[in-house]
């Protein structure tokens, strides 16, 4: 029997190469060997879109778009919509109701939100039990592993918690998960800040060919070398390291990397080529998922849709009534 894992991403906007490198590789990578469930966390985006929910759902064909584009393969994994599913909100109800406020309060990717994102009122009932929800999301279908990353390990932290305390009351009832570690490069946004939607310094899966070579063209460089002449630090400079992360994915054109290292220490190589060099190899490397963009289309996504959400409902039905009768909270 294999092991099932649950992850979801929020479509709140165009998935980007940090998605695809952050993410998204790891779970094409986990479909053999796991039997997994990718869910559309659209509930999740509510709670940070809700002045302006019109875009989600434009979003949620585009995200399930660029996973199959990806390698997310539909006849291998379940592929579904939280809010098809009403289970997430029932169990959310119920580990609502045996979740104290000071978890919550105390989580660290809460403060940091609230601190981080002024672009939003961000402080709502909604948003305080967001990691409730996403416990609820990963109990419904027992999940034993989570692909996440490192800034999502406190709510696995705190979906554990929510399991030790939802068995002590009622009975061995929900899976503790453990979550997978994606050891992910770190990549940065265009302009050397945190790769963000809000900042807009991001290469989306779906951009065309002109719009990465004009997003290539405004990256910064190592901030030292100004002249042709001077001696550029690759160490320093966010193009390399988009070179370092991209140029191993990419068979075609071939970058010799220690050589562009040379190269571009020694001054034998000038930004502007550098970057052109950066874009081919980036053009070409999308180039692939756009092909295969052109494979789906909005029937399909809807087909794909519905056979996931039906697959997923057997499994989430089954755990909610497990949970009604453990808790003795249910109607005869
Ligand atoms: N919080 C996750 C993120 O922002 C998205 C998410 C929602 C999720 N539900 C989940 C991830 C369940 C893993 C498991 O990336
Ligand atoms: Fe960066 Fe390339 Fe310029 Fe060197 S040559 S500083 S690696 S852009």
């Known amino acids: 029997m294999k092991k099932r894992i649950l992850s979801g991403m929020r479509p709140t906007g165009p998935l980007h190469l940090g998605h695809l490198a952050g993410a998204l590789e790891n779970w094409v990578k986990l479909q ?13 985006a509510l709670m940070s879109e809700y002045e302006d929910p019109s875009k989600i759902s434009y979003y949620i064909y585009e995200m399930v778009l660029d996973w199959l584009s990806c390698g997310i393969d539909f006849n291998k994994s379940t592929i579904f919509v939280q809010s098809d599913i009403p289970e997430h909100l029932e169990l959310d109800m119920i580990l609502s109701a045996l979740t104290p406020l000071g978890w919550l309060e105390r989580c660290p990717t809460y403060k940091e ?3 981080e994102d ?15 929800l996403q416990a609820a999301d990963i109990l419904l279908y027992k999940a034993e592993r989570v692909p996440v990353g490192e800034d999502q390990k406190a709510h696995l932290e705190l979906t554990r918690e929510i399991v030790r305390r939802f068995n002590n009351l009622y009975g061995e009832t929900l899976v503790e998960p453990k979550e ?8 940065l946004g265009l302009d050397g800040r945190k790769m963000s939607k809000s900042f807009n310094n991001y ?3 779906s ?16 901030p030292n070398r100004i002249k042709l002449s001077d001696k550029g630090h690759p160490d320093k400079c966010n193009v390399h390291s988009y070179y370092s992360i991209f140029a191993p994915r990419v068979n075609e054109p071939k ?19 550098c970057k052109t060099k950066l874009a081919d190899m980036l053009v070409k490397f999308l180039s692939k998922i756009s092909e295969n963009r052109e494979k789906f289309e909005v029937q399909n996504i809807k087909d794909i849709l519905s056979k996931g959400t039906e697959k997923a409902r057997k ?17 005869n």
């Open 32 to 44: 053999d060997e796991y039997e997994c469930f990718f869910m559309v966390a659209d509930w999740h």
């Open 113 to 115: 939100q609230m601190r």
């Open 118 to 132: 002024k672009t939003r009122d961000l402080s709502t009932y909604a948003f305080l039990g967001y990691p409730v």
């Open 180 to 187: 997978i570690l994606t050891n992910t490069p770190r990549l």
């Open 203 to 205: 290469i989306a899966l």
């Open 207 to 222: 951009d065309s060919p002109e719009a990465v070579r004009k997003k290539v063209s405004g990256m910064f460089t190592d």
């Open 255 to 273: 970058v010799d990397l220690g050589k562009l290292e040379g190269d571009c220490k020694q001054a034998r190589i000038g930004c502007t080529e």
């Open 315 to 331: 499994v989430s039905g089954q755990t909610l009534l497990e949970v009604r009768q453990a808790m003795k909270f249910i109607l």
